[in-house]
């Protein structure tokens, strides 16, 4: 079972600078073709000071991580037994090229279902820009699969 005093762990937060190579990159991955997203003419047109980036960006971001395997490590939990869960954005401001975004992770809530046969892991990405404004809201959780034989 995985210790429900890990509730409300933060880890350290960690930069990432929003680069146009990276972005493009990413771009062409997700099929984006949008030109706010591809040229930064076209961007600043339309209001934004560089490239935007794609609003499923985020999730790159979150990769940046020195350790993008922290909350799983500090719990414990061996890989093989988790099975992501969901994630919800929010989207608070636009990410741009040139931005620099810290991101905060911590551990919002624990709990089983099944008799302890399946818990569940809720965690909180909170990106902010260089001005300490806030970007984005990530909530993500993962299932813990026990092995068989620990759910009574």
Do not use: W
């Amino acid at each position: 079972m995985i210790d429900t005093r890990h509730i409300g762990h933060r880890f350290a937060p960690f930069d990432s600078v929003i680069e146009a190579g990276r972005v493009r990159l990413f771009c062409q991955a997700i099929g984006e073709t949008a030109a706010i997203h591809l040229d930064a003419r076209a961007a600043r047109a339309a209001g934004y000071p560089d490239i935007v980036a794609p609003l499923t960006f985020p999730a790159a971001i979150a990769m940046d991580n020195p350790n993008p395997r922290c909350v799983i490590d500090l719990l414990g939990v061996e890989i093989a037994r988790v099975l992501h869960s969901e994630e919800r954005y929010d989207y608070l401001a636009p990410i741009c090229v040139g931005d620099r975004i810290t991101t905060g992770i911590a551990i919002m809530d624990i709990y089983a279902k099944k008799n302890g046969a399946l818990q569940f892991v809720v965690t909180s990405l909170e990106m902010h820009n260089a001005l300490g404004q806030p970007v984005c809201k990530v909530r993500r959780s993962f299932v813990v699969r026990q092995p068989s034989g620990l759910n009574g």
